[in-house]
């Protein structure tokens, strides 16, 4: 690798523009790689532009030597910190893996800070429907004395294949709430930004638990929305209330078969009957909150084809919890987080699911004037050494 870095500050040295570029003298770089530790000597210049002193070719492949860290172990280590347990368990994973100690786990969490994330082109809609699963996260805060924050997650797909004997969600995408605008509004501005979303032709299958900011999609997203209420909450909360009630097996039944009729009636029933006065008042704010969206425990897809719509390989709704799970394995469990820690942390976890591009910042973002073939197609691009 230092013998290939060497040959291209040379190709750079006879091609730069020597009027601006003043070689100065030779400097050593020094940084770890997936191969060890590589050394070498690289051209020192001074822009006389500008008068400041640069290294070319660490501006060629868009690297900043000074930092000590290959580009791909720097996004090797982006990856294990965020899809792993933690920072540290990437800063020992790593060292296991190359053998020797390579950056700090401290090292690692700057280097996460210090990402940007290139949206990818938008997902083209193919059917008539979007399937949209909703629920919240709830996050602690690092600072004293102040409430954590709760993360507003969506996730998008447009239906199920069969992979083997396993479902599989087509074009699965995440949607990160952040902005002051409500919701449901900054999540149509997403849809019609990465998606090529038609509010006006497709249709909105929305499922989520029955907190008032995921229901008052109805309002705000109009009549191509269709809100189901999320059944893994609800068999909880019936499991929860009536397990070793006479009344729990029809129940459970009822609301499997998608008779929400039935299924109300049972709870209803069941009002008066239970020992515990605590769990009578969970029960009648359950019956309560139902009440407000009762066909909301229907089969969507009866209200599919009333309006006309194929539901050939629809599937039940309910991904939202699995969803959460991920995100909360990582997020969670004793682990406290800073605004800018949090935010950064989700945009490389969500873009690492969904395959953006994560542009790590390496303190050189904007090429040297005079080295605009580096851009040409046919030359190197970067990391082109070690990948």
Known sequence: MAELLQKFDQAIALERDKKRFYLKDKRPLKFESIFGQVELKRNYYQDKKTGKYVYLLDQYLAFDGTKGVSPVVQDLA????????????????????????????EGIRQQVLNTEIIQSDP?????????????????????????GRELKIASTHQGWEMNGKRTKLIDKRHFIHRDDAPFWEAFEDYLMTTHDYDPTKHELVINGDGASWITSCRDYLGKNVTFVIDRFHVARDVRHLLKNHPRYRSAKKKLNSYDWRGFMMELNSAVGTLEDEKKEEELEALIAQLSQYPKALGDYREKLKKKGIDTTGFRPMGSAEGTMSVFAKRLKYGRTWSNLGLDKFVDVFVALKDGHEIKTLQGILERTPGLEQADKPENPPKHFVEK
Request: charged content about 25%; proline content about 4%.
């Open 123 to 147: 997902v083209p809609v193919t059917g008539d429907v979007l399937f949209v699963e909703v629920d919240g996260l709830y996050t602690k805060s690092q600072e004293k004395n102040k409430k």
């Open 78 to 105: 982006i990856e294990l910190a965020v899809t792993g347990s933690s920072y540290r368990h990437a800063d020992q994973t790593l060292e296991r893996l190359l053998g020797y100690p390579v950056i700090s786990h």
